[in-house]
Structures are given as C-alpha cells and as structure tokens.
C-alpha cells in the first residue's frame, strides 16, 4: 500500500515563495506508472488542481497557477517537490499530494494534507 | 467557479437512495472518464468511483457510477450515516494543455 506525506511550513509570508515536499513509500517516483500530482482546498471549498509530474519530467499544470508554479521529482529521495511563487491571502489551502494512476482512473492514493497559510 | 457542476447539497434517511449530478463539457466529462471522491470531515478525498463506473477495491457496491454524453451521477443506494461526506466529480479535460478539473462539491447529509 503506497503512502504520501507532504512536508513543509504552515505559514509563508505573503509574496513569499510556498515550498512543500512529497514523500512515497511504498512505490517510487521512478514508475511507469503513476504521475505524482498537487491538489489544494482553500477553507471550506472545493478541490483545485495545482500540477503533476511524470518520471520523464513531463507536467502538466492548472493554466491559471502555471505562472506561478514549478514542480519537480527527486527520484534519489523518492520525492517530489512543489513551489508556488508570490502567493497572497487567496493560497491558503490544504495542500495534498497524491498519485495520479491515468487520466481515467484519478488519483488512487492521497497525503494526508498540510495546511498552509499565507499572511504578512 | 468550478468547470463541473454539481448542487451543493443532497439529503437523505438511512436505507434511501441519492443520487448526485455533475455536468460538463464535450473537453472534460464528454471526452474522459469521470471519478468521484468521497472526503469525510477533516481528511484526505478517497477515491470512490473511477473510469465512470468502476469501483475500486473495498469499496462497497452501495456506491454506483454512471455517464451519458456530458454528464455523469454518483448512486448511493441503503444510505448509512457514515456516508454523509462531501463527494466530489472530477475529469481530464483535454481544452489548453490538458489538467484536471473538478465539480464544487456536494454535502450530503443523512437525515
């Protein structure tokens, strides 16, 4: 059974960069077979997509973060890593990573999510 | 704004059926399968349905999936307590480069 934790700090200052990291267990970064992607929930809303990423580097990114947004693999640490730049009050979310199987089957496995909030 | 549309709220009595609509677009809901997630308070989304209509393991058959042109449903047959979540639809949608999308969500609460 894969496993995710997302790590990073709770609290960025606004027009700071957002920093957070992916670890899996129990599956590799280096698969075929999955894309490794970032899902956010500001408070009390709905489920936004941020990016995934593929073992080959290939990504695929919300077209209204993309300005914004860098996402990368560290395959020799078995993580993946998100940054989102300039962030303002409007970031503040839960922050999930998550394996992504195929574009039919979704995302089958999710962290438990990390809260972060962006205030001056 | 979410791209996939679904209400906001569903209701129901224990042993019901509900269901729940989501409605998209030829790019997204009409071009790619659908899944649904189930998030109960304060956790991570579960996935509960996939390719439209597919369940994966451990997940009950209560829970059925369906799709018909740009819009798909979520079934919940012999409601249990436990069920009362916020479920959410999502799809690939293929307009741009090609990302997810997701419906606004739906609260249901069992009555």
């Known amino acids: 059974q894969m496993q995710l934790q997302e790590s990073g700090p709770g609290l960025v200052k606004t027009s700071e960069t957002l920093s957070l990291t992916c670890t899996v267990s129990?599956?590799?970064?280096?698969?075929?077979?999955?894309?490794w992607g970032w899902i956010r929930q500001p408070p009390g809303k709905g489920l936004e997509f941020i990016a995934t990423?593929?073992?080959?580097?290939?990504?695929f990114q919300n077209p209204s973060l993309k300005s914004r947004v860098s996402i990368s693999i560290d395959t020799s640490k078995n993580q993946f890593s998100l940054k989102l730049r300039s962030v303002t009050a409007a970031d503040t979310s839960i922050y999930f990573c998550?394996?992504?199987?195929?574009?039919?089957?979704?995302?089958?496995?999710w962290g438990q999510g990390t809260v972060v909030t962006v205030s001056s | 704004q979410s791209v996939l549309t679904q209400p906001p709220s569903a209701s129901g009595t224990p042993g019901q059926r509900v269901t729940i609509s989501c409605s998209g677009s030829r790019s997204n809901i009409g071009s790619n399968g659908v899944i649904w997630y189930q998030q109960l308070p304060g956790t991570a989304p579960k996935r509960l349905i996939y390719m439209n209509d597919q369940r994966p393991s451990g997940v009950p058959d209560r829970f059925s999936g369906s799709k018909s042109g740009t819009s798909a449903s979520l079934a919940i047959t012999g409601l249990q307590s436990d069920d009362e979540a916020d479920y959410y639809c999502?799809?690939?949608?293929?307009?741009?480069?090609?990302?997810?999308?997701f419906g606004g969500g739906t609260k249901l609460t069992v009555l």
């Open positions: 998550a394996s992504e199987v195929s574009s039919s089957e979704g995302f089958d496995f």
């Open positions: 999502a799809a690939w949608d293929d307009s741009l480069n090609g990302d997810w999308v």
């Open positions: 129990g599956g590799s970064v280096s698969s075929s077979s999955y894309y």
């Open positions: 990423i593929y073992y080959t580097g290939n990504i």
